[in-house]
Every structure is written in structure tokens, then in C-alpha cells.
């Protein structure tokens, strides 16, 4: 059975991955540690793979792509989350075949050093603020 497309719900340490073939029988649905999924991808022919968009998953996107899949990472509000990782790698595998669905482009490593440090200084501009308005408020008391 040629596995055509795959959910996978990712998470700390254990991935939930739900794939299935082009007449929609469901190939396999299991979880994988970290250290396996990669290798568990390998062996796959490539495919279309889906993945929730989250901290994660533009470098699981980068990686995966490099292996010759087709990755689409879907935006937060446009999967169903339900009470199991199983039964998200299943909506994860339904909603990246949506013809109507929109996609969130893959960041490269570039884009996201950037954002890390517009974020970081972010951060300590805010910090520097309460500070200031925290010292301001006890001078004055």
C-alpha cells in the first residue's frame, strides 16, 4: 500500500504520525520519539505531509523536505484539536488535502535568526520600560 499523504502532530518528545493511501485506507497511525522520525521518513517514498504549524515545525519542515516530501504546515486555527494525538495526526492528515486550505510558507533558518533577535530585543525593550516605570514609582512613594 503506497502511503500518499501523512498528518504528523508534533510534540516534545513523541510524534504522532497518521498516513494514508490514495484510495484513503488508513496506512498506519502510531507514535515515534524524536530520534526516529527522521529515519521513519527515509523510508517513506515521498509524500505529502502535514503538519500544524508550531515552535517546531519549520525545522521538521526544512528536514523533511530535504528528504523529497511535500510538507504544508497548516496554521493553529485551522486544525481541530481533540483530547488525543492520534486523533490530531488524523485531522492534520484530512486538512492538509483541503482544497481551500491556506498554508503557512517555511521558514528558512535565516528568517527565523532574525525574528529570534527582533524578539529578544523586543523583550529587553519591554523589560528596560518596567523597570524604569517600576523605579519611578518607588522614588516617588
Not at 500500500?1 to 510534540?11: E, K
Not at 527582533?118 to 520600560?129: E, S
Request: proline share 3%; aromatic share 6%; with cysteine.
Amino acid at each position: 500500500m503506497q502511503v500518499t499523504t501523512v498528518g504528523l502532530d508534533l510534540a516534545k518528545n513523541i510524534f504522532q504520525v497518521h498516513g494514508v493511501s490514495e484510495n484513503g485506507e488508513v496506512a498506519f497511525n502510531q507514535a515515534l520519539r524524536r530520534a526516529q522520525l527522521l529515519a521513519f521518513f527515509e523510508k517513506l517514498p515521498p509524500c505529502l505531509v502535514g503538519m500544524e504549524a508550531c515552535g517546531s515545525s519549520h525545522y521538521w519542515a526544512r528536514e523533511l523536505s530535504k528528504l523529497g516530501h511535500d510538507v504544508r504546515l497548516i496554521p493553529a486555527m485551522y486544525v481541530k484539536r481533540d483530547k488525543s494525538d492520534a486523533v490530531d495526526a488524523t485531522a492534520i492528515c484530512k486538512a492538509v488535502t483541503r482544497p481551500t486550505m491556506r498554508f503557512v510558507a517555511i521558514k528558512t533558518e535565516e528568517q527565523q535568526g532574525v525574528l529570534f533577535v527582533h524578539r529578544a530585543r523586543d523583550l529587553i525593550v519591554r523589560q528596560r520600560t518596567q523597570l524604569s516605570n517600576i523605579l519611578r514609582g518607588l522614588l516617588g512613594e
